[in-house]
Structures are given as C-alpha cells and as structure tokens.
C-alpha cells in the first residue's frame, strides 16, 4: 500500500514523466480538460504541503449509479428487475389480473406499467420488492443479475459499467479517497453488486429503502422490508442521505441527471478545494444519447447551472476513448 501511493504521487508530482511510463491512472480518457481536470484536483487535495491539501479523513467522492457508473437506458435496471419479479410472482397472485398496471407489468409491457404514474409504481414495488429481510433481498437481487441481460447488447448489466468511471473510483482509492455511492435505487439492491462490480463496500452505498419492520423468526429477531417506502435517495434527498450516512460533507461528486443537481450543489457548496463533475450521454453509437428530453436520467437544470460552479461536463463522445469494461 505504501509503494502504491509513493507512485501515485510520484505520478501526480511528474504527470508526464509517469505517462511517457504507462503509468497514466485513467487510460479510457482521452486527454483534454476533463481528464486534467480532475488529475490536477487529486494532486492538489492529495498532496502535503499544497494550497489546496485535504486530510485523509475528508476525502469523500460520492457518485450517482444509474447513468454514472453503469448504463441506465432504456430503463433503470432495477426496473426491469421488479417487473420480471412481478412476472414471477404473478402464478401465486391471481388476483393481480384484476389491476391494468399489474396486468401491464406481467406482460411486460413498460409503457402499460409506468402509465400508473408515480402511486403505480410504488404498488408494483412494493409488491415485487418486500415482504422479505434486507439479506433475502440482496440474495434474490444478486441472482438476478447473474441471469439477466440488457436489451440492447445481450450483456449482463454488471458487464456493462463504464470503464473511465472505474478508473476514477480505482485512481480516487489511491490518493486516499473513500467512494460512495449515492443512488436513487434500492440501497439494498445496489448493495448486492456494488462490492464486487466497484470495489465499494455495502456500508458505503447510499440509497433509497423501504421501511423496516424488526421481528422475529423462530425465535431469532429479524428485520422485514415493508412495502412503503421510507426514504427517497434522489434529488433534494441526496444531501439528507449523505448528511444521514456518511456524516462529512464530500469534497467531490459524480453525476449525470438533474436527480444529482443537489449533491453536486452540496458538495461544491462547501469550503476549500471541491470538485463536480457531470456525465453527459451523447454517444448513440457506443451507447445512447439523451438529456434534457428524456423520460430516463433527464439533464437540464444542472447541465444549464455547471458553468457557474466550475462542474466539469464530460462528453462521452469526445472525452471517453473506451465506454464499457
């Protein structure tokens, strides 16, 4: 551990020196501001005795999930996981032909089952994602994502997270950063792959969740998800959630919608050196193009508010030589 961060600095202190090395730290960036960017933050928060050094324990990174670390179109995963739960649920739930958004859901019709709006979806994930323990959960979501493939490439969706971004997680690591993730999905269902697929502990994922009910199960106390929802884990309730969890205020954040607008407000809000960064997806070739009209990961308010705080806007297109691991 102590070789590997006398050559991170090594690398920070001689940028060109260690490259002309093969030691660049994020080899999937093409050069350009974007890449500099963040290069320069690491080196000027990491290094002692610079203007701008950050202690060990204040280094926090948060990063949003779907649309930031892995592919989010043309649905959410965790979407496309609840509704082949209904399915699969649906033979022991006869009476779930009786509701159009069950009914949707169970033949696979997306559109059909986001027609529910917003109470809909609440009913289907309650149904599809409750009535079990937060390790149950994770086992059965773990599962899942063994079997299930995109519709697009046919890939498992842990095959298809964004090979710059596990750069950066892995180049953070090295100088000292502890990486969280902050995602509007399921706490518990991020949890089941994020260890694995990021290098990113379960105690350091941030999440949306269910409520839980503590009980008992021959004669061992448990817990039991309910199906109402207790925290939302998106928008103004990033900063909640990382105030709640983490309880430091970050010192860099990684996004890619308006959902991430607060978090990067909050942490580059705060005093000292800070640093925003915004994943912009106008690839369609290596991946999908959207964001300001899109019904997924829409991006418009924080795209419009980046240049003001100094948020980096990365182009996947331009700023991206490789998209996926």
């Given amino acids: 551990m102590v070789e590997r961060r006398s050559l ?11 490259k002309a090395q093969g030691a660049d730290p994020l ?10 960017a963040l290069l320069d933050f690491v080196a000027s928060v990491s290094r002692e005795g610079s203007a701008g050094y950050v202690p060990p324990a204040e280094r926090i990174a948060v990063f949003d999930n779907d649309g930031t670390l892995w592919v989010e179109q ?9 509704l082949d739960r209904i399915r699969a649920l ?19 019709d997306l559109r059909g089952a986001m027609a529910g709006g917003h109470e809909g979806l609440m009913r289907l994930a309650g149904a ?32 298809l997270v964004y090979q710059p971004m596990l750069e950066v997680l892995r180049f953070l690591r090295s100088g000292g950063f502890a990486n969280f993730i902050v995602s509007g999905g399921g706490v518990e269902f991020v949890r089941a792959f994020a260890e694995d697929t990021y290098g990113i502990p379960q105690h350091q994922v941030v999440g949306s969740s269910f409520a839980l009910k503590v009980t008992e199960d021959a004669g061992r106390l448990t ?18 959630g990382i105030a709640r969890h983490i309880g430091r205020r970050p010192i860099a954040a990684f996004g890619n919608s308006d959902g991430d607008f607060e978090m990067l407000r909050y942490t580059t809000e705060g ?31 924080a795209l419009d508010a980046a240049p003001a705080p100094g948020w980096q806007v990365v182009s996947m297109r331009e700023d991206w030589a490789r998209v996926f691991a």
Wanted: glycine residues 6%.
């Fill in 128 to 159: 599809a994602m409750a009535g079990n323990t937060p390790e149950d959960f994770q086992r059965i979501a773990a599962d899942w994502l063994k079997t299930a493939r995109h519709p697009r490439w046919n890939r498992p969706f842990t095959a």
């Fill in 271 to 301: 005093a000292g050196k800070r640093f925003g960064m915004i994943i912009r997806h106008d690839d369609a070739e290596r991946e999908f193009a959207y964001d300001r009209e899109s019904h997924i990961g829409r991006l418009a308010r």
């Fill in 90 to 108: 649906a033979p022991q739930n006869p009476a779930w032909q009786q509701d159009a958004v069950f009914r949707a859901a169970i033949a696979g």
């Fill in 8 to 18: 991170a600095a090594l690398f920070l202190a001689l940028p060109v020196a260690a």
């Fill in 27 to 36: 080899p999937s960036w093409r050069e350009g501001p974007r890449k500099h």
């Fill in 223 to 240: 817990l039991l998800r309910e199906p109402r929802v207790d925290f939302i884990d998106d928008g103004p309730g990033k900063p909640i």
């Fill in 74 to 82: 043309p649905a959410y995963p965790q979407l496309i996981f609840m």
